[in-house]
């Protein structure tokens, strides 16, 4: 959109990237469409992190005559002439990345209505980009928390999720209780019974005993056959694991 109005050759959402510290496209276009990311975009990185770290709005009409960029290879071998580079921030006044776009010399030269427009422009990306950021955010703490309810309780789930060192990477070393229960002679009474009968047996134990797992905040390891493997002490550790295992 912003390419068709300011008649821009190329245009660039770059996003902070914190990992390497730098700004990186996420999304490339020209008039005809989609850059090729295998393609050299050869943008100047000295002007999108300069808007970028400094939170302003960089604009030149002939980045090959300006004196702070003159000397980039990247406007030297694509002949940048205009450029609008300006910062991405949140509502919160975050820096998220910037909005780059350029022309090349003898090319039209953005005025100060292009600039008035990607002042506005970047406010409302900017928003429209948190907000799709925090719906993934979202969605993927969705789709830990379903996982994590397979084995937690909803309390201990919550704990997880709201505390990053109640869980650590490589593991460490716990003091914990361990439960095995099954049915007392369930092989023989199966062997006995309607192997429907044995099945609504094994569900409902293993249903009921999953549940009183979660009650004492126990973890849920595995179902071997007609036992129910669950530990106590690790993720949450409690003063009273093995109690709670026994209860």
Request: proline share 2%.
């Amino acid at each position: 959109l912003a390419i068709k109005i300011l008649q821009a050759r190329r245009g660039f959402i770059m996003l902070y990237d914190v990992s390497t510290n730098a700004v990186k496209v996420k999304v490339a276009r020209n008039m005809g469409g989609v850059i090729e990311p295998a393609k050299t975009y050869g943008i100047s990185q000295s002007i999108a992190w300069e808007s970028f770290k400094t939170g302003t709005l960089i604009n030149t009409e002939d980045a090959t005559k300006d004196a702070r960029f003159n000397t980039q290879e990247s406007v030297i071998s694509y002949a940048i002439g205009s450029v609008i580079c300006v910062p991405l921030i949140s509502k919160e006044k975050n820096k998220m990345g910037i909005i780059y776009l350029d022309n090349p010399v003898a090319y039209k030269k953005f005025d100060r209505d292009d600039i008035q427009f990607m002042i506005s422009f970047a406010n409302q990306a900017a928003i429209a980009i948190q907000n799709a950021q925090l719906y993934m955010q979202v969605k993927e703490e969705e789709k830990i928390r379903e996982s994590l309810q397979r084995f937690f309780s909803p309390h201990v789930v919550t704990r997880i999720m709201s505390d990053e060192k109640t869980v650590s990477l490589g593991g460490e070393t716990r003091m914990a209780t361990i439960l095995f229960s099954d049915i007392r002679g369930f092989t023989s009474l199966a062997e006995r019974i309607h192997a429907l009968t044995s099945v609504e047996i094994l569900n409902d134990f293993l249903s009921s005993m999953s549940e009183e797992v979660f009650l004492y905040e126990g973890t849920l390891d595995k179902y071997i056959g007609d036992c129910v493997m669950a530990i106590f002490g690790a993720p949450v550790t409690h003063d009273d694991d093995a109690l709670r295992a026994i209860k």
